[in-house]
């Protein structure tokens, strides 16, 4: 294997977490989170940022005990190679999953705003080639692609923002004691799903160049994505109200419809020809986890069977991806997605953990 196509900077690792978390998922975050939380959704946002921050404390506390931090190399090393092998091929069909969530709901948008003559099939299959021919070049093409289209994202929250600032009011943040903590937890735990992302770590942990940077990269990709969604949140909030956001099924597109700016006018347009480019990152993302993580598992020649994998793994997020029937259906998915996401971030590294620890065992 040609390792340096597997190797990735600590920067472009911050850039990879935040790719794979900021995507679809933000364009109905306002919405998703204030039905449960009310006019302090942007708190469920800070609250819901526990899940992924514990899931990447655990997952660098558990990866630093082995030299060779490999995922199936340290799953192998724990559990053996039958269980190993088993619980890795549990991730890859988690992350399949997700991507086809992702996916879909990445279809449903382009064809509602874009592309409403096209079919959703074709609109996932031009997605699925796009993502496996990026993926099937390596890790280090992936990070740079990453860091690349994070300064997109830039824009994209710049007309948000602007959004915000002439249209929004502060008023509608208000007030902000008298909290609903039933209302707070269950809109930080629809919120979930939006974090999903942060697992990649178990398995591009290492192909980072530099161990001892790891850390503080994944802990500023982190917060740069509840940044994000902090601000998206809030605009929403300003901009519609709680009870406004639930008359539209994707807020934050529909905030750049009005026409705010004499001089710039509806931005709508703009902004989703450059989320079309951003939308795709999480598929990437998860797809060279899922599909770098079997050829490890079973120890394949990387020259030989790598493109296979991934056109394999592209072929199942495919057609996992046609197969709900409406929107409805897909959002259902993306919050049975968020409780994998719990079991998979955290449960994976607390079990790896205490196996560890029990055994005693450290890498030589």
Not at 240 to 263: D, N, R
Request: contains cysteine; charged residues 10%.
């Amino acid at each position: 294997m040609d390792r340096t196509r597997f190797e990735i900077t600590s920067k472009q690792l911050i850039f990879i977490i935040v790719g794979t978390q900021v995507a679809t998922a933000m364009l109905s975050l306002p919405r998703v989170v204030a039905a449960e939380a009310g006019h302090h959704a942007w708190l469920a946002v800070i609250v819901g940022a526990v899940f992924p921050l514990a899931a990447v404390l655990l997952i660098v506390a558990l990866l630093n005990r082995f030299r060779d931090a490999d995922f199936a190399n340290v799953s192998h090393q724990l559990f053996g190679k039958f269980l190993g092998t088993l619980l890795i091929l549990v991730f890859v069909g988690y992350a399949t999953v997700v991507q086809s969530v992702v996916i879909r709901m990445f279809t449903e948008i382009t064809c509602v705003f874009m592309l409403p003559r096209t079919p959703i099939w074709a609109v996932s299959l031009v997605c699925t080639l796009s993502v496996v021919y990026a993926v099937s070049k390596g890790a280090k093409v992936i990070g740079r692609l990453n860091e690349f289209l994070f300064y997109l994202l830039i824009i994209d929250l710049l007309m948000i923002i602007g959004a915000g600032i002439t249209q929004g009011t502060y008023l509608n943040l208000l007030p902000v004691g008298e909290v609903d903590i039933n209302g707070l937890m269950q809109g930080s735990l629809k919120i979930v799903y939006a974090y999903a992302g942060c697992e990649v770590l178990l398995v591009t942990y290492a192909m980072v160049q530099h161990r001892d940077e790891i850390l503080k990269a994944a802990l500023i990709g982190e917060g740069i994505t509840v940044l994000i969604y902090l601000m998206i949140v809030v605009v929403g909030l300003m901009v519609f109200g709680h009870e406004g956001l639930q008359f539209f099924t994707w807020p934050v597109v529909t905030l750049l419809k009005i026409p705010y700016s004499s001089a710039l006018g509806r931005l709508e347009l703009v902004f989703l020809l450059l989320w079309v480019t951003l939308g795709v990152r999480p598929i990437m993302n998860l797809s060279i986890s899922a599909s770098y993580a079997f050829m490890r598992a079973f120890n394949l020649d990387f020259n030989r069977y790598y493109a296979w994998i991934v056109l394999g793994v592209g072929t199942g997020i495919y057609v996992l991806s046609l197969q709900p029937d409406s929107l409805l259906q897909v959002f259902a998915l993306a919050d049975y997605v968020g409780y994998a996401f719990i079991a998979i971030s955290l449960g994976y590294p607390l079990l790896y953990l205490l196996v560890s620890v029990l055994r005693r065992q450290k890498s030589l």
